[in-house]
């Protein structure tokens, strides 16, 4: 089987932020949190003998809101030796900047940096790149207010990748592509990523049903994503500006633009491809999955 990469969904009980694009917020999750050593082993050896080398550390809501199972996964990765040399965080970027100082030790002293203790887990985990969802590149009081993160966690886009290239990460910028973007050039949107510090660039066409179960979050897709136009002109802008790197297994060809990579994700949900398997989803209840929003997908 060919499969991409391996998506580990970390359970939590609903999401801090309230992304009115949200894929989780359109259907209810069955999938119950049951972590069992030999059953996730199992399936990640599974992944890893399909010669998946890249696994994807995301959920339905902010991962760090279930420290626990980050902190398991993490031992769970130890003991199995690093089964992925390439391991990715997906996160809006709410909890990663937070910081304590380490009163209780006796050498600590007033004007020691303080100590980001969620960036600590992410190292231990062997975490390279993080994968940053982004509404909005240009105005961070719009970024936080579309994405809905609570009072107290709002950031700083810049500062924030500051302090994570700071600690060794890859930083990839996961543009969802509403009409914030219309009135852009796509060239200014490259160079935007480019000031804020990104290495990688997803352009990430919105996905919504296309049927007749209602939900608030298509709705909105609908009512606020980028025009057909606009999808165009990024495409046939990356084409014109960028170099041809490699094409990824499900379809789309990297480029290299000023020094980042960048690609367009027209298919999120891996509803078009049959032949490759975008990926496979370790779910919370530690059940192999090929799709998000199908039970019917499990594997094993």
């Known amino acids: 089987m060919n499969i991409q990469t391996i998506s580990i969904v970390v359970p939590t009980k609903g999401c801090v932020n309230k992304c009115p694009f949200c894929v989780s917020r359109m259907?209810?999750?069955?999938y119950e949190n049951n972590w069992n050593d030999v059953q996730m082993i199992k399936r990640i050896h599974y992944a890893v003998m399909n010669n998946v080398?890249?696994?994807?550390?995301?959920?339905?809501?902010?991962?760090?809101?279930?420290?626990s199972f980050l902190n398991k996964l993490s031992m769970l990765f130890r003991r199995m030796d690093s089964p992925f040399p390439n391991i990715e965080f997906q996160t809006t970027g709410v909890f990663l900047s937070e910081s304590e100082r380490d009163f209780d030790n006796f050498a600590y002293r007033k004007e020691d940096p303080p100590i980001y203790k969620n960036i600590k887990v992410l190292q231990a985990i062997?975490?390279?790149?993080?994968?940053?969802?982004?509404a909005d590149i240009f105005d961070d009081g719009m970024n936080n207010k579309i994405i809905g993160i609570p009072q107290g966690l709002e950031f700083y886009l810049y500062n924030l990748i500051q302090l994570l290239k700071k600690n060794g990460f890859n930083i990839r910028l996961s543009l969802n592509l509403t009409m914030n973007y219309e009135g852009k050039s796509v060239t200014d949107i490259i160079e935007r990523a480019k000031y804020l510090g990104a290495d990688q660039?997803?352009?990430r066409k919105l996905y919504y049903l296309d049927n007749d179960e209602f939900s608030l979050q298509s709705y909105w897709v609908k009512e606020n994503s980028a025009t057909p136009d606009f999808l165009g002109r990024v495409d046939d802008t990356i084409k014109?500006?960028?170099k041809a790197l490699y094409r990824l297994p499900f379809g789309p060809i990297v480029y290299s633009i000023w020094g980042m990579s960048v690609v367009i994700d027209d298919d999120c949900m891996n509803k078009?491809?049959?032949e490759v398997l975008k990926?496979?989803?370790l779910r919370e209840n530690g059940k192999l999955y090929s799709q998000w929003d199908d039970v019917g997908s499990l594997i094993f």
């Open 27 to 30: 259907h209810d999750s069955p």
């Open 272 to 274: 078009t491809n049959h």
């Open 53 to 67: 080398n890249t696994c994807i550390i995301t959920g339905t809501g902010e991962p760090f809101q279930n420290p």
């Open 126 to 134: 062997g975490v390279n790149t993080i994968s940053l969802s982004v």
């Open 201 to 203: 660039i997803t352009f």
């Open 240 to 242: 014109a500006v960028g």
């Open 279 to 281: 990926y496979v989803i």
